[in-house]
């Protein structure tokens, strides 16, 4: 991507994400036959919760929030700006760890748990986008997004199975069910962001919004830069994406391992075999 | 002004001793018929996250200290409900020796929904009522109208401390309530 398409994307991240769970409320409330929320409505959250009066637990906890925010912006700018894949993924991991540690941080239950769901979250759809990123480069022999955007082959025809492994894995990382136990609301009432209110909820909030950005941007790669296809994976996926969280009810941390991580890996060998049978053939 | 609160109110749902007849309307309305996020209403279990606090039931003696914790926990602006007959007043419960005859007389209470259970129609519209209460207000601290202790402010907030004091010296503070004598 060029510096001048880079730098306006990286400032619109946030709102584009936006409108993104703005979307996503609006479609699955339309698939339980309601009207649902207006589609700016996490826009309207956001700017109610900077006008909260704020309570925070200790300086250094929302401080926690803030770079989590930063680091998870800066690994969607560094995407952008046509970084090594690798470095994405661990700025973004980074990231993770920065909201883990601000949830140990505080003496609440519920808190703590949420921390220690995130991790074994992590645990579960870090790997796949490592593997991920290993493919494309067997295959494209880069990692650097501007080498697999700029074949002739999109990645969603050469690793078919690599990219079901990572529809497998986003549930995980967009905190949808089945896989929402990061979150849980009825659980434990949003995990790490139990004790964050006001502004630094919003700041939470914000990252949400660039999640979904950097799952997107991910999904782009596999695409190739051909943008009828792009648009084919993201309506196909948003829509999957929605119709499974609202079909499907939570599962435990345990089980979230057992299903996900023996079928994600079984996806992944398959597409190695296949891969490595063509070359043999050819 | 709070301007933005009244397109984004986050319920905070709390039951002080109801029959549950009110928390199975209040969660009719969170359902697909009524719809309330169409208002964008999001039913949060964290106070410290809400702008609106429901509360149904009576107020028993257990729940007392838990609803006065809940009110002090939410940051302004907020806006409290009363949902049903037994929180607005005391409902048949009014003047037993386990109850508190209502919500108001620990905590200031915005808008009544009686009924017995109010029904979704009825919590929608007190709902809705209270958003242009909730617009009228700011972030200036409120407080309960009673505390088992003294209320002390600590750097800005309620010091909740003071809320561990005694049971005697409730019962001393509340001749005023209770049994209509």
Redo the contacts between chains.
């Keep these: 991507m060029s510096y001048w398409i880079a730098f306006p994307a990286i400032i619109a991240a946030p709102v584009l994400g936006g409108l993104l769970h703005g979307a996503d409320r609006v479609i699955r409330a339309r698939m339980q036959s309601r009207k649902g929320p207006p589609l700016l409505q996490p826009f309207l959250d956001l700017l109610k919760l900077l006008e909260k009066r704020q309570f925070i637990v200790h300086s250094y906890h929302a401080l926690l929030a803030l770079a989590h925010m930063i680091v998870l912006w800066v690994s969607i700018g560094m995407l952008f700006f046509n970084s090594d894949l690798l470095m994405v993924i661990y700025f973004h991991l980074l990231a993770t760890l920065l909201l883990v540690v601000a949830g140990y941080s505080v003496r609440s239950v519920f808190s703590n748990m949420g921390a220690t769901r995130e991790l074994v979250a992590s645990l579960t759809y870090e790997p796949v986008f490592v593997l991920c990123v290993i493919a494309l480069f067997t295959q494209y022999g880069t990692f650097q997004p501007a080498g697999i955007l700029t074949s002739a082959n999109p990645p969603l025809y050469t690793l078919p199975f690599i990219f079901f492994a990572l529809l497998i894995a986003l549930p995980v990382k967009l905190k949808k069910s089945p896989f929402d136990i990061s979150e849980a609301h009825q659980e434990i009432i949003g995990g790490v962001e139990i004790e964050f209110s006001g502004f630094y909820k919003g700041v939470l909030l914000v990252s949400k919004w660039l999640d979904y950005v950097y799952v997107y941007s991910f999904l782009y790669l596999f695409s190739g830069g051909q943008l009828g296809l792009a648009l084919a994976i993201f309506v196909g996926v948003f829509v999957l994406l929605a119709a499974v969280d609202n079909a499907t009810a939570r599962v435990t941390y345990g089980e979230m391992n057992r299903i996900t991580l023996p079928l994600v890996i079984i996806l992944v060998v398959i597409n190695y075999v296949v891969l490595s049978i063509q070359r043999v053939a050819i | 002004m ?4 009244v ?3 986050w319920l905070l749902h709390f039951n002080a001793g109801s029959c549950n007849g009110c928390d199975v309307e209040i969660l009719a309305c969170l359902a ?1 018929k009524y ?1 309330i ?4 209403i999001v039913n ?3 106070p ?2 809400a ?1 609106i606090l429901l509360i149904t039931g009576p107020i028993t003696k257990r729940a007392r200290e838990r609803v006065v914790e809940l009110y002090v ?1 939410m ?3 907020k806006v409290v409900i009363a949902v049903g007959a037994c929180a607005c007043t005391g409902g048949v419960f009014r003047g037993m020796y386990n109850v508190e005859n209502g919500v108001d007389s620990f905590i200031p209470v915005d808008v009544y929904i009686p009924g017995c259970s109010a029904h979704p129609e009825q919590i929608i519209d007190g709902v809705v009522k209270s958003l242009g209460i909730l617009a009228g207000k700011n ?1 200036e ?1 409120e407080f309960p109208t009673q505390l088992r202790g003294p209320v002390t402010i600590d750097r800005g ?1 309620v010091d909740r401390r003071g809320l561990a004091g005694s049971v005697a010296s409730l019962e001393k503070g509340c001749t005023n309530r209770g049994t209509e004598n």
């Design positions: 709070s301007r933005h609160s397109r984004s109110p697909p719809d996020e169409r208002f964008g949060t279990g964290n410290i996250q702008d926990q940051p302004e602006p972030k601290m907030q």
